[in-house]
C-alpha cells in the first residue's frame, strides 16, 4: 500500500512533536481507505427493549471503563457534559456513545477549539474516532494456553478499534462507541478550558456535549524520555501480508513506518530482531522472515548477510526506538535453525540443541561474527541474545557459550523457571505476572543497573489486555509496575496479526486480542490508549514523588505511596477499578497543589 502524502505528513508531525497526530488526521479527514463489514452480533438481544426508545439520534458521554454492547439497549444515566484535567503534554480521552431506532447515514462527532475563560484557545487538540466492533471469545476456566475450538468459547462483539473515518453511517436499533482524544499541547497555559462536542448527519440533525479541560501546571516528559520499559514484540511480515507487499520492500518498510510509529509514541524501549528462521516454530499466523541469513561457503566458511537485520533495525531507530535490540533466538522453540548451502543455493534445517557439537558449530563463529558486525555499527552495547520460555538447562548452555565467544553481549529472556536466581546479573529479565519476583531481587537488579519486567500472555486473565479485558486493566499496567517495583511491562505481541484482524480477534490457540494491540493501518485501540493512559501516571508519579520528596512533604508522600499500593495484586479483586481511579484523582490532586 502506497502511501499518500496525507500519511507522510501525519508521520512528520509525529515525529517532530511527539504526538500520534490524529488530531491531524481529522483536520485532513484522511481515512484509512480501508472498506470492510463487521461480523453479526452473536449475541442474541431483546428487540422489545428498542420499542421504548424515543425515535431519532441519541448521546450521551459514558465511562471509558467499560465497553458498550453493540445490540441492547445501553443501560446509563445520560450525561451531556463530562471534565477531564490532565498535564501539559499529557493524552486524555473520553467517550460519548450514540444509539438511534432508525439508520442515520453520514454521522460525524467533530470537537471545537478548547476556550478558556480569558478568550484565549487551544485550537485542534481535540479528534474523535469511531469505535470499531470485532468478534472476541472468552478466557475461559482454568489454563487458556493451547488449541482453542471456537465453539467451546462464547463469542461476542468488543468495541475495540479506533477508526479514522470522517463519517459513519450508523444503523438501525445498533449502539455505536465513540472515543474522544485530547492532546494537551506541551505549551498550553495553565487554567479551565471547555469545548464542544459537535454531532452532525446528512440529515442536518445536530446535538452537542459539553466537554471541560483543566490544564495542570505541571510538563509530562516527551516519549522518548520516560523511563517506563515497554516491550511489544514487532512482527513485520505481518503487516507485508496484510498489505499485501513483498516482505522487505521499500513499500513494505512504508507501510510499516507509521505502525510502529504509534509504538515508539507509547515509549517503546525495544527493538524485536531475529536471528535465524523463525524462533517460535510459526505458532503465529504469519512465519517470521530471515533477518540475517547464514550462508555456508564450498569450503565449509560462514558468510553472514546483516543487510535486512540493520536496515530494520536502523527503521526502528529512527522512530525513536533507541534503548535495546532483542534478538530471538539462540534457543528456538524447535530448536532447529537454518542456513543457505552455497553449492546447491538451497535452505537446509538443522537441530541443533544446546549442548550438542551441532550448537557450538552453528552458534560460535556466528556470534563471533554477530557481535564484530555489531561493534562496527555502535549497537554492540544495547544488543542482548533473547529467549523465550526455555528450559533451563537449555539457556544455561546458551549463556555459557555467549559468555565464552562474546561476552559483550547482553542477554534477555522471558523467564518462568527463576533463572534470573541462578544468573543475577542478566541484562533483562521478565517473569509471568502472576509469578513475580522478590521484592528484594527486584531491588538488587535496580541497584545493579539491570533491567526487570513482568510480562502479560494466554496464562493470566488479569491484569491484562486480551480484546474482552476491561478497559482498565490496560491502564492497571503502569500504576502495577508502579506498586511492584518492576521497571516496566513485556507483551510477546504488538502486531502478530490474525486472519482478519479488522473483523475478527480470536485466534487458534490464545484468549482473543492476545496477538495484537493495534489494527493494520495503523488503527489504534481502546487497549492502547488506555495503556498509554497508565504509562503516562507512571511517569507523572515519578515527577511528583521527586517534587514531594524535595519539599520534604512525607505526609503527601505517604498517601500516594499507599494508593499505589493497593494496586499490587496480580489477581482480580473486588474493587481494583475503583482503587485505580482514586489513585489517579489523587495523584492529579496533588499535581494541582504542586503547581500553585
Known amino acids: 500500500m502506497k502511501v499518500t502524502s496525507k500519511l507522510y505528513q501525519l508521520i512528520l508531525f509525529s515525529a517532530l512533536t511527539g504526538i500520534s497526530g490524529a488530531g491531524f488526521c481529522q483536520q485532513t479527514h484522511w481515512d484509512k481507505g480501508q472498506i470492510f463489514t463487521e461480523a453479526n452480533d452473536p449475541v442474541k438481544t431483546d428487540n422489545k427493549n428498542w420499542l421504548e426508545v424515543k425515535p431519532g439520534l441519541h448521546s450521551s458521554f459514558v465511562s471509558i471503563d467499560k465497553r458498550y454492547a453493540k445490540s441492547e439497549v445501553p443501560n446509563i444515566n445520560i450525561e451531556r457534559s463530562v471534565h477531564l484535567t490532565g498535564w501539559k503534554g499529557e493524552r486524555l480521552s473520553a467517550?460519548?456513545?450514540?444509539?438511534?431506532?432508525?439508520?442515520?447515514?453520514?454521522?460525524?462527532?467533530?470537537?471545537?477549539?478548547?476556550?478558556?475563560?480569558?478568550?484565549?484557545?487551544?485550537?485542534?487538540?481535540?479528534?474523535?474516532?469511531?469505535?470499531?466492533?470485532?468478534?472476541?471469545?472468552e478466557y475461559g476456566s482454568g489454563w487458556a494456553c493451547g488449541k482453542r475450538n471456537a465453539a467451546d468459547f462464547s463469542s461476542s462483539l468488543s468495541a475495540d478499534m479506533l477508526d479514522d473515518l470522517s463519517s459513519f453511517n450508523l444503523e438501525k436499533k445498533k449502539v455505536r462507541p465513540v472515543w474522544i482524544t485530547i492532546e494537551i499541547p506541551r505549551k498550553a497555559e495553565q487554567g479551565s478550558y471547555s469545548a464542544k462536542v459537535q454531532i452532525t448527519t446528512k440529515q442536518g440533525k445536530q446535538q452537542e456535549l459539553n466537554l471541560s479541560l483543566d490544564v495542570i501546571n505541571q510538563l509530562l516528559p516527551q516519549p522518548s524520555s520516560w523511563s517506563f520499559h515497554l516491550d511489544q514484540w514487532q512482527h513485520p511480515s505481518a503487516v507485508a501480508r496484510v498489505n499485501k507487499l513483498p516482505v522487505w520492500s521499500e513499500a513494505h518498510f512504508e507501510a510499516m513506518r507509521p505502525q510502529m510509529q504509534l509504538l515508539a509514541n507509547a515509549g517503546q524501549k525495544v527493538i524485536t530482531a531475529t536471528l535465524n528462521k523463525d524462533p517460535w516454530n510459526i505458532q503465529t499466523y504469519d512465519p517470521y522472515e530471515d533477518m540475517i541469513i547464514w550462508t555456508k561457503?564450498?569450503?565449509?566458511?560462514?558468510?553472514?548477510?546483516?543487510?535486512?537485520?540493520?536496515?530494520?533495525?536502523?527503521?526502528?531507530?529512527?522512530?525513536?526506538?533507541?534503548?535495546?535490540?532483542?534478538?530471538?533466538?539462540?534457543?528456538?522453540?524447535?530448536?532447529?535453525?537454518?542456513?543457505?548451502?552455497?553449492?546447491?543455493?538451497?535452505?537446509?534445517?538443522?537441530?541443533?540443541?544446546?549442548?550438542?557439537?551441532?550448537?557450538?558449530?552453528?552458534?560460535?563463529?556466528?556470534?563471533?561474527?554477530?557481535?564484530?558486525?555489531?561493534?562496527?555499527?555502535?549497537?554492540?552495547?544495547?544488543?542482548?541474545?533473547?529467549?523465550?520460555?526455555?528450559?533451563?538447562?537449555?539457556?544455561?548452555?546458551?549463556?555459557?557459550?555467549?559468555?565464552?565467544?562474546?561476552?559483550?553481549?547482553?542477554?534477555?529472556?522471558?523467564?518462568?523457571?527463576?533463572?534470573?536466581?541462578?544468573?543475577?546479573?542478566?541484562?533483562?529479565?521478565?517473569?509471568a505476572v502472576q509469578h513475580p519476583i522478590d521484592d528484594k531481587d527486584i531491588a538488587e537488579r535496580r541497584s545493579k543497573g539491570l533491567n526487570t519486567t513482568f510480562y502479560i500472555y494466554c496464562g493470566n486473565s488479569f491484569p491484562n489486555q486480551f480484546t474482552f479485558s476491561e478497559p482498565a486493566e490496560?491502564?492497571?499496567?503502569?500504576?502495577?509496575?508502579?506498586?511492584?517495583?518492576?521497571?516496566?511491562?513485556?507483551?510477546?505481541?504488538?502486531?502478530?496479526?490474525?486472519?482478519?484482524?479488522?473483523?475478527?480477534?480470536?485466534?487458534?490457540?490464545?484468549?482473543?486480542?492476545?496477538?495484537?494491540?493495534?489494527?493494520?493501518?495503523?488503527?489504534?485501540?481502546?487497549?492502547?490508549?488506555?495503556?498509554?493512559?497508565?504509562?503516562?501516571?507512571?511517569?507523572?508519579?515519578?515527577?511528583?514523588?521527586?517534587?514531594?520528596?524535595?519539599?520534604?512533604d512525607l505526609a503527601t508522600l505517604a498517601k500516594l505511596n499507599d494508593a499505589i499500593a493497593k494496586l499490587k495484586s496480580h489477581s482480580r479483586y473486588e474493587g481494583w477499578n475503583s482503587d485505580l481511579n482514586a489513585a489517579k484523582q489523587l495523584l492529579n490532586n496533588i499535581s494541582v497543589s504542586l503547581s500553585k
Not at 118 to 127: F, N, R
Not at 346 to 353: T, W
Not at 372 to 397: F, P, S, V, Y
Request: glycine share 6%; with cysteine.
Open 95 to 137: 467517550q460519548v456513545l450514540l444509539w438511534t431506532t432508525d439508520s442515520i447515514p453520514g454521522a460525524k462527532i467533530t470537537l471545537s477549539d478548547f476556550i478558556s475563560e480569558s478568550g484565549s484557545k487551544l485550537k485542534s487538540i481535540g479528534y474523535a474516532r469511531f469505535e470499531r466492533y470485532v468478534l472476541t471469545d
Open 297 to 431: 561457503g564450498k569450503d565449509g566458511s560462514w558468510s553472514y548477510d546483516y543487510r535486512i537485520f540493520d536496515k530494520w533495525v536502523s527503521f526502528m531507530m529512527g522512530l525513536g526506538v533507541k534503548k535495546m535490540i532483542n534478538c530471538y533466538s539462540i534457543v528456538p522453540w524447535n530448536n532447529e535453525i537454518h542456513y543457505k548451502d552455497a553449492i546447491t543455493n538451497k535452505f537446509v534445517n538443522i537441530v541443533a540443541k544446546p549442548g550438542t557439537t551441532a550448537f557450538t558449530e552453528m552458534w560460535e563463529p556466528f556470534l563471533k561474527d554477530f557481535a564484530k558486525h555489531l561493534q562496527q555499527k555502535g549497537w554492540l552495547e544495547m544488543t542482548n541474545i533473547a529467549l523465550d520460555e526455555r528450559n533451563k538447562d537449555e539457556m544455561g548452555m546458551a549463556f555459557a557459550l555467549i559468555e565464552k565467544v562474546a561476552p559483550k553481549l547482553g542477554v534477555a529472556y522471558a523467564d518462568n523457571q527463576k533463572t534470573y536466581k541462578r544468573y543475577t546479573n542478566s541484562d533483562d529479565v521478565s517473569t
Open 474 to 552: 490496560s491502564a492497571y499496567l503502569g500504576w502495577y509496575t508502579l506498586a511492584t517495583g518492576y521497571n516496566g511491562v513485556l507483551r510477546w505481541a504488538y502486531n502478530s496479526w490474525v486472519e482478519n484482524p479488522l473483523v475478527d480477534s480470536r485466534f487458534r490457540t490464545w484468549p482473543a486480542g492476545d496477538t495484537y494491540i493495534t489494527y493494520p493501518q495503523a488503527r489504534s485501540s481502546i487497549r492502547y490508549e488506555r495503556m498509554l493512559e497508565g504509562i503516562q501516571d507512571y511517569e507523572k508519579v515519578l515527577v511528583v514523588k521527586k517534587m514531594l520528596e524535595h519539599k520534604n
